[in-house]
Nanobody
Framework: QVQLVESGGGLVQAGGSLRLSCAAS???????????MGWFRQAPGKERQFVAV????????RYASSMKGRFTISRENAKNTVYLQMNNLKPEDTAVYYC?????????????????WGQGTQVTVSS
């Protein structure tokens, strides 16, 4: 079992930056680094969209094409935390951002591959 709690969302002007954090609580006997961690987002009336994923070791990352170069995913396994640094934010980045964990050893963008989800944090970018 993994419990995830996101933080760091808020209101920012276009061109600004935010850093989201996702703190994980992992059940006894399980290790945070065994889980690949992903970030997704969902805007009102739209489907949940893949943003980025990072491997358990942190050595491999993948991004949605529209975020590559602006967003950076990272993790600190000693703190059971994953981050999403978002730069040059645009109004179309406005959404609820979710972190998710998968223990299946896959670095994929499909929400169905992830077993655990946080409650989300709102990011609003004003023009």
């Amino acid at each position: 079992q993994v419990q995830l709690v996101e933080s760091g969302g808020g209101l920012v002007q276009a061109g600004g930056s935010l850093r989201l954090s996702c703190a994980a609580s992992v059940a006894s006997g399980r290790i945070f680094s065994n889980y690949a961690m992903g970030w997704f987002r969902q805007a009102p009336g739209k489907e949940r969209q893949f943003v980025a994923v990072i491997s358990g070791s942190g050595g491999t990352t993948r991004y949605a094409s529209s975020m590559k170069g602006r967003f950076t995913i990272s993790r600190e396994n000693a703190k059971n935390t994953v981050y999403l640094q978002m730069n040059n934010l645009k109004p179309e980045d406005t959404a609820v951002y979710y972190c998710a964990a998968t223990g299946r050893g896959l670095l994929v963008g499909s929400p169905s591959a992830y077993d655990y989800w946080g409650q989300g944090t709102q990011v609003t970018v004003s023009s």
